[in-house]
């Protein structure tokens, strides 16, 4: 089957935690030139982190009800449950999308989603345009898959052979094998040395040619990522990954768990506990809204690997109560109540 006018295209975004998943698909809904666009994001979670900030884009061709958020569990173990309901509520929409996002958890791995597009309910009405990952320019220059990766020793991080028995290395691995464009995020943070090495990293795990876009804060010609027309759902049989033939799939060696604050007085506080447990060694990726203290504006907080970012994105609503919430993912075994305690303190 090739694509068809008939058929709204989607496009696939997937890459590890903390890669700019996010950043990149805000960047497209403001440049996406008159195209209505809706969005499914799949938290790794039930905090809808991803899912509030692109709805507080404020964009008129993808109205915040048009930005779905799965949150039962990675959008390839719940194909069934919550993804293909998704694509009809979507599909039901008037006016009718031009194009739909779907912006994967971390952890997720491409292959299953992409061949769930072939399910008689909704082969005739959607397409895979094509699968974009996004891949973490400093931390593969750096010898990791992802900048939050501390837990990666030092010796495997130098070694330019690939540990696949390791379940991180799998799914970026996964990732890649199934994409039709790599975006080599943070670009502006590698020098010519670095980029070389990054470029190096990614085109081991390539089967396939494919080109490598670099790009700083999420910005790329949308042009580059939508309409390309590919069907990927037709050809996906012939993209091997390191999944290929197992009969399933579990995502048992990360830990998720959420951590509610009360308000906090200053934001540096607040960053100063971040800090204090992401130094631990232990936090993959923390990210959540926190409320500061006689303050009318939300305040953003993430954390990747050692980087710890905060910004006020937008006032709090009408009809919201302000809270602090933080999404923590680590490594199975994570401390949570020493990780609970340092963030409480």
């Not at 090739?2 to 950043?23: E, N, W």
């Not at 991080?157 to 943070?186: G, M």
Request: net charge negative.
């Amino acid at each position: 089957m090739t694509a068809s006018a008939d058929r709204v295209p989607c496009t696939v975004v997937t890459g590890f935690l903390g890669a700019g998943k996010t950043t990149l698909i805000r960047n497209v809904l403001e440049r996406a030139g008159g195209k209505r666009l809706a969005i499914i994001v799949n938290e790794f979670g039930d905090a809808g982190i991803d899912g509030e900030i692109l709805k507080s884009c404020g964009i008129e061709n993808c109205p915040e009800e048009n930005v779905l958020e799965l949150a039962n569990g990675c959008i390839c173990c719940t194909v069934a449950d919550d993804f293909v309901p998704a694509l009809e509520q979507i599909l039901s929409r008037e006016p009718k999308v031009d194009h739909i996002l779907i912006e994967t958890s971390g952890l997720a791995l491409p292959k299953p989603l992409v061949q769930a597009f072939q399910w008689p309910a909704i082969r005739n009405r959607v397409t895979v345009d094509g699968v974009i990952a996004v891949v973490d320019g400093p931390a593969l220059a750096e010898g990791r898959v992802a900048a939050d990766l501390d837990a990666l020793d030092a010796q495997r991080a130098a070694d330019d052979s690939l540990d696949h028995d390791d379940p991180i290395e799998e799914v970026f691995d996964d990732q890649v094998a199934c994409a039709d464009l790599i975006i080599l995020s943070k670009s502006d943070l590698l020098d010519a040395a670095g980029n070389e090495r990054a470029r190096g990293r990614i085109e081991a795990h390539l089967a396939r040619s494919v080109k490598i876009v670099p790009s700083a804060h999420g910005k790329v010609d949308p042009a580059l990522l939508l309409g390309l027309g590919l069907a990927v759902e037709d050809d996906i049989e012939n993209r091997r990954t390191h999944h290929d033939g197992a009969d399933d799939h579990e995502h048992d060696d990360f830990d998720t768990f959420i951590v509610n604050l009360p308000a906090v007085p200053h934001p540096e506080d607040l960053e100063r506990r971040v800090t204090a447990a992401v130094d631990t060694g232990e936090v993959l990726r923390l990210k959540g809204f926190a409320h500061v203290t006689d303050k009318p504006m939300r305040l953003l907080v993430q954390a990747v690997g050692p980087r710890v970012s905060q910004y006020y994105d937008r006032a709090w609503k009408a009809d919201e109560t302000p809270r602090s919430r933080l999404v923590i993912i680590g490594l199975k075994g994570i401390d949570r109540a020493r990780i609970e305690g340092l963030l409480m303190t």
